[in-house]
Every structure is written in structure tokens, then in C-alpha cells.
């Protein structure tokens, strides 16, 4: 990998968190409008969303080799870190390892590639929210904001962008 400077591969951590959230929201903003869609531009917009939101998610948290963003590569004390998230997110190793395979499965034989897997098993976006929050507000506090720069909190981020996407669809769909 090629070196970048530990302050620009923090800044664009939060990037990928943002576009997480930001898709993840117009994900929710339309699942919460109406989960029936027949039209297919929108029924394809929202499986964008979806599928943006795992490839931003395994980013940060898939595979760390040869991955800038990923946590084990920003985060200045691994070992602190991930029992931290753990613990503020409600999961267990072995809880966190299945959401991590199950989202890099969906990466590799679903949004990545189309294999021969007849099945799609999505993994629960929430759970991925909650691990993406942290890992975000963690940047936030312990990199970024003792430099003098300011950024909103990832829950007030992912509000502003719930409200955006609602407004967007009534939008389009009136």
C-alpha cells in the first residue's frame, strides 16, 4: 500500500463512515415509506443503498490487509478499541465475526460478483450501523477533533440524512 499521512487515512475513515450512513439512511427512508415498491427504479435505488452500505461497511471493518480504512489500520490502540466497541454495541467476538462474514459474503458473491449462490442471506444493516456509529465517533474523538477540526456526531449525520431521503421520496413519488 502506499503511505498516506495517519491524519489523511482518519479523514477519509470518517469519509466511509459518512457514505455508510449516508446510504444506510436512504436505505431506512425508504424501507420506513413503503417496503412494496412495484416500480422498478425505486425497488433498484433502494438495493443501491443497500449494497453500498455493506461495501462501505467491509471498508472498515472486513478484511484489514491491504485496506486503509479499515480499523486496525486508523485506530491508534487496536487491542482498546474493538473490546470497546464490543462492549458499547451489545455483541461478543463471535457475534461480531458472524455479522463480518456474513457481510463479506454478500460482498463477494452478491455485489462484487454474481457466483453460483442461488441464496442471498443479508446481513442485519442495524447491527452494521451500530459498529460504523462507533468506529465514526471514535475517529471523531480521538484523532480529528483534538487537531481543532469539528464534525458532527454520526447520530445527528444519520438523522439530517433519514430526513433528506424522506423528503427526496415524497418528492418523487407524489
Not at 23 to 36: E, F, G, H, I, P
Not at 134 to 149: N, P, V
Request: proline share 2%; with cysteine.
Amino acid at each position: 500500500m502506499k503511505k498516506i499521512s495517519s491524519d489523511r487515512v482518519a479523514h477519509r475513515a470518517v469519509l466511509v463512515c459518512c457514505s455508510f450512513l449516508r446510504n444506510y439512511a436512504y436505505y431506512r427512508a425508504m424501507k420506513s415509506k413503503d417496503n412494496n415498491y412495484t416500480n422498478d427504479f425505486l425497488i433498484t435505488t433502494q438495493n443501491n443503498f443497500m449494497d453500498i452500505s455493506i461495501l462501505e461497511w467491509c471498508k472498515c471493518f472486513g478484511k484489514a490487509h491491504n485496506n486503509y480504512y479499515h480499523w486496525r489500520n486508523v485506530v491508534d490502540i487496536p487491542d482498546k478499541f474493538f473490546p470497546e466497541m464490543l462492549n458499547s454495541v451489545g455483541f461478543d467476538e463471535y457475534r461480531f465475526e458472524e455479522y463480518r462474514i456474513a457481510a463479506l459474503r454478500q460482498r463477494d458473491k452478491f455485489i462484487a460478483h454474481l457466483d453460483e449462490e442461488n441464496i442471498m442471506y443479508i446481513p442485519r444493516l442495524r447491527a452494521l450501523r451500530r459498529t460504523i456509529t462507533f468506529y465514526y465517533d471514535h475517529i471523531i474523538d480521538t484523532k480529528l477533533c483534538s487537531k481543532g477540526q469539528h464534525f458532527i456526531k454520526s447520530s445527528q449525520f444519520y438523522k439530517h440524512c433519514v430526513r433528506i431521503g424522506r423528503r427526496r421520496l415524497e418528492n418523487i413519488i407524489a
